[in-house]
């Protein structure tokens, strides 16, 4: 018989964790309290500013001296009639209107057209003519106002919405066509192939099949491309000067800013800001989540 040394014990059998990667719960925990901190204070400071103006509009100017942070008694609806009549804020709203829509239309049709054969059709210097697109993305629009300003003005469009809508449109072509062409890049060849075998010509499988599929691409950067010509200043300021009648919202509220900072009637200017922002809000609002799914089929294939 053999006899176990009762000095040496066997080591209990131990098991291995997995190793997971992930790093510990503590850290984990300390990044979501910071991420959502610093999420809640971002949310604050654009919130915030947007809820005064607006509260600021509906206020009598005595209000709004006494009482800056205060709630309004009453609700003076009067001094958004006052800066969309007499302050001329509505001439200016639907002259942007005009603009934004015009511009934004050519920019959407000629932006998704490019796109598409650079990202679906292989000829001869594609490269050279989409680099050449992309190019314009490094020109920032205060290096061509000089040129720019001659340019319209030879050809006759000086101070005319044309002429407005022809460069909001060459402004935005680059990065409209850089977005959509790795958009276009991502969706599935299958179909297209589908379309041509079934006899679906080149001109319908892009506005019948294609131009549908990239439905989220397209609303992302139609809203990037509203908000840019909506809130654009310096062009109109440069290219639309001369006759009031046709300027845009961004001249309307500068002139309104200088004029009421002297007649002191703040109501009424804070009420034409408001006006100014709402139609931004509306859209966004309304397209959020086809802006966020835009910017993420992109990433995905």
């Known amino acids: 018989m053999t006899s176990v040394d009762s000095g040496t014990r066997p080591a209990p059998a131990t098991t291995a964790e997995p190793t997971t990667g992930r790093p510990p719960r503590r850290e984990l925990g300390v990044a979501n309290v910071f991420s959502h901190s610093f999420l809640l204070l971002w949310a604050a400071m654009t919130v915030l500013p947007l809820a005064w103006m607006v509260l600021s509009s509906l206020k009598s100017n005595g209000e709004i001296l006494a009482d800056p942070w205060g709630l309004p008694e009453a609700l003076h ?24 829509t015009g511009s934004l239309t050519l920019t959407m049709l000629l932006g998704a057209a490019a796109a598409y054969v650079f990202a679906r059709y292989d000829f001869r210097g594609r490269q ?59 969706l599935p ?45 310096l062009l109109p300021q440069v290219l639309m000067q ?30 034409g800001l408001t006006i100014a922002v709402l139609p931004v809000l509306v859209v966004y609002v309304t397209f959020q989540r086809q802006i966020q799914a835009g910017l993420t089929a992109g990433q995905l294939k």
Not at 82 to 100: C, D, E, P, Q
Not at 142 to 168: D, K, S
Not at 246 to 269: E, F, I, P, R, T
């Open 189 to 233: 060849t299958a179909i297209a192939e589908a379309a041509l075998i079934d006899g679906c010509g080149h001109f319908r499988l892009f506005f019948r099949v294609m131009l549908p599929m990239a439905r989220p691409g397209l609303i992302s950067i139609g809203i990037f491309n509203f908000l840019s010509h909506w809130n654009q200043f």
């Open 242 to 271: 001369g006759d009031e009648s046709k300027w845009m919202l961004a001249q309307g509220l500068n002139a309104l800013a200088v004029n009421q900072g002297y007649a002191g009637d703040y109501a009424q200017l804070f009420a």
């Open 128 to 186: 050279v003519v989409y680099y050449l697109f992309v190019g314009g993305m490094m020109f920032p629009v205060f290096l061509a106002l000089v040129p720019l300003f001659f340019v319209v003005r030879n050809a006759g469009l000086f101070g005319t919405w044309t002429g407005l809508i022809l460069v909001y449109t060459a402004y935005s072509l680059p990065f409209t066509v850089f977005f959509l062409t790795a958009f276009f890049r991502t």
């Open 77 to 100: 609806l009067d001094n958004w009639a006052r800066a969309w009549t007499k302050a001329h804020i509505g001439r200016y709203f639907l002259n942007s209107a005009v603009v934004v």
